[in-house]
Nanobody, 125 residues
Framework: QVQLVESGGGLVQAGGSLRLSCAAS????????MAWFRQTPGKERDFVAV????????YLDDAVKGRFTISRDDAKNTVYLHMDSLTPDDTAVYYC??????????????????WGQGTQVTVSS
């Protein structure tokens, strides 16, 4: 199973920006998409953004549209989440995920088969 390693989390003031990175240990032939989810204590893991590894199509949750951007670097097997105009509501552990099963973009956590360890993002008011 592919290993995913996130980096780039931290503490930022409201209105600030962060860029998260997720490096995959290998590129598998059947990789369909990579995505970002986030989770706060006691709540389910929520979808943030996804990017197709075949078409470069992206899809973002309404809560982050216009503020977050997802992108990828094929050569580095890396996906990025650039976050602007952060608010305290964006505080969460952010997880990277990979989908090797589907042929369409999926926005539920159960659709992903590989996960990173998570990186904490804290936005202070």
């Amino acid at each position: 199973q592919v290993q995913l390693v996130e980096s780039g989390g931290g503490l930022v003031q409201a209105g600030g920006s962060l860029r998260l990175s997720c490096a995959a240990s290998e590129r598998t032939f059947n990789l369909n998409a990579m995505a970002w989810f986030r989770q706060t204590p006691g709540k389910e893991r929520d979808f943030v953004a996804v990017i197709s590894w075949k078409t470069d199509v992206t899809y973002l949750d309404d809560a982050v549209k216009g503020r977050f951007t997802i992108s990828r670097d094929d050569a580095k097997n890396t996906v990025y989440l650039h976050m602007d105009s952060l608010t305290p509501d964006d505080t969460a552990v952010y997880y990277c995920a990979a989908d090797h099963k589907h042929t369409v973009l999926v926005d539920t956590a159960t659709g992903y088969d590989s996960w990173g360890q998570g990186t904490q993002v804290t936005v202070s008011s």
